[in-house]
T-cell receptor, first 112, second 116 residues
Framework: EDQVTQSPEALRLQEGESSSLNCSYT??????LFWYRQDPGKGPEFLFT???AGEEKEKERLKATLTKKESFLHITAPKPEDSATYLC?????????????FGTGTLLAVQP | NAGVMQNPRHLVRRRGQEARLRCSPM?????VYWYRQLPEEGLKFMVY????????ESGMPKERFSAEFPKEGPSILRIQQVVRGDSAAYFC??????????????FGSGTRLTVV
């Protein structure tokens, strides 16, 4: 069964303190791995798509990387406005069409 | 572009009542997906629809839940005879083509259903 596990569940950082969030996945065949940001009371907001091991994507203070078993979301010198829940999701070859399988997220709090 | 519109934002129903959740996709999007987010759990896929067709309902509970996406108007997720366990945030996403994830797969802000 396809599965996505995110760690840690929660992370508290000081402003400027860099860190990484982990997303481990088990799928029958990876068609894409996605990172989303979710603010309280809002829907997920797309950040990155990664398709193959070794791929990296960057946007401002965020950088996503992918291996055959996991993905990392690196946050460099975070600011308080980066506080949110970060969700990882996969689209796999197995099972049904076009559905995303989500992890439970990492709640990030960046303190000034 | 108003994005994916869901309404109502908050819905309170008594046990045994019906809940109707509406989702208007982005302009030009003909593919709609419904997800449910239970407290302390990740988003779970429920159903994927195109105009007038259910493509995949593998995540939908077999009883009390139904979804439609008519030729005209929003997609509707209907929950009959609600129970406390149905309390959750329900999110809709839309896309312009058959694709999963990515920047064309846009989520709405959700409907928070509370069953009392």
């Amino acid at each position: 069964e396809d599965q996505v596990t995110q760690s840690p569940e929660a992370l508290r950082l000081q402003e400027g303190e860099s860190s990484s969030l982990n997303c481990s996945y088990t799928v029958s065949g990876l068609r894409g791995l996605f990172w989303y940001r979710q603010d309280p009371g809002k829907g997920p907001e797309f950040l990155f798509t990664l398709y193959s091991a070794g791929e990296e994507k960057e946007k401002e203070r965020l950088k996503a990387t992918l291996t055959k078993k996991e993905s990392f979301l690196h946050i460099t010198a975070p600011k308080p406005e980066d506080s949110a829940t970060y969700l990882c999701a996969v689209h796999s070859n197995g099972g049904a069409t076009n559905k995303l399988i989500f992890g439970t997220g990492t709640l990030l709090a960046v303190q000034p | 572009n108003a994005g994916v519109m869901q309404n109502p934002r908050h819905l309170v129903r008594r046990r045994g009542q019906e809940a109707r959740l509406r989702c208007s996709p982005m302009k030009g999007h003909s593919h709609v997906y419904w997800y449910r987010q239970l407290p302390e759990e990740g988003l779970k896929f429920m159903v994927y629809l195109q105009k007038e067709n259910i493509i995949d309902e593998s995540g939908m509970p077999k009883e009390r839940f139904s979804a439609e996406f008519p030729k005209e108007g929003p997609s509707i997720l209907r929950i009959q005879q609600v129970v406390r366990g149905d309390s959750a945030a329900y999110f809709c996403a839309s896309s312009p083509s058959a694709a999963a994830g990515g920047d064309g797969y846009t989520f709405g802000s959700g409907t928070r259903l509370t069953v009392v």
